[in-house]
């Protein structure tokens, strides 16, 4: 089997996907730094890899990681180790902390979002409406990013002013690109951070879910300090970078293919096909770390050995052409059905799936009616993905956002 080593700057993120599909389901891959894991490539197979029980988050169950070959300054530790939460463990300990995290983080209180989702994106539509007429735009800086990173701090009970730190932190915490020498340092300010938001929650509990997770209990068992610390780190990290990548996506496609624009626009395609498909077409996260096979398991005519790492290639099986037949390929914003699973599958689906589409499913509608003609200020083969091996993350999104609806030319 031909190793596919994964590029560190991320320079061909679809030409590295169709690689990875024609590897065959199970593809052996290097991540930055010369480590050696399998990736599932194709849409059954990581279903089915998801819900099976020998497949486990323990990493002491990882070959490499007991002889001790992953040191603790490689850029990906803190994706691969993050400390314990429901991320990191399986079985009764995953219900238990999943539990706990599903009575802090209920559909009620996502839906009370709502209204601080659509005054959040109407200020920054009202920001970049002052912008100078005719100038290029960064879209990402202007819009995506903000949006998200307001949202999830608003639900977690994250200050502002917190914000630019937890941005320096986590483009170093993604990064392939960080100094070997900078990571224990970044993995401590970010446990710093945390901790100061966490022990300021306990003195001063409000109503957001930092405080709905201290006072969560399963039997009267609540979440341990650590716990706390990393389920936070978790939905924030999470719960906006997912949701500035999947902004930024759906503007790229439509930009790319006008004539689902104009029927977008027009109300002929509703808003969720869109955002749907570019889920799909256009994952956010485009290879998830880390399970480990617990045994010997068999995928398609190939074998994930015991004890080694497994990566769900995302952005590989998005576009899985025995799922989504010829046109696998192709952005259709009136494809159905579409049972992506861009959000995960099975008992680590992500919890924050609903508040990401929130999101989107208010920003982008309000986005296009504010800016009709909204388009890319640069070719879209221009656009450069940031390096980072496991998002789907743009440097930057410079568009020409044209005469706002109700403005004169």
Known sequence: MTRIALDPFVRDLDGESAALRAAGPLAEVELPGGVHVYAVTHHKEARALLTDSRVVKDINVWNAWQRGEIPADWPLIGLVNPGRSMLTVDGPDHRRLRTLVAQALTVKRVEKLRAGIEALTNASLERLAALPAGEPVDLKAEFAYPLPMNVISELMGVDAADHPRLKELFEKFFSTQTPP???PQMMADLGTLFTKIVEEKKANPGDDL???????SEDGDHLTDE???????LIIAAGHETTISLIVNVVEALAIHPEQRKKVLSGEIPWEGVI???LRWNTPTSHVLIRFATEDIEVGDKVLPKGEGLVVSFGALGRDEEQYGPTAGDFDATRTPNRHIAFGHGPHVCPGAALSRLEAGIALPALYERFPELDLAVPAAGLRNKPIVTQNDLHDLPVKLGCPFGHDA
């Open 181 to 183: 020498e900078e990571v």
């Open 227 to 233: 716990e706390i610390l990393n389920t936070l780190q």
């Open 276 to 278: 749907e498909e570019t």
């Open 210 to 216: 930092t405080s709905a997770l201290i006072a969560a």
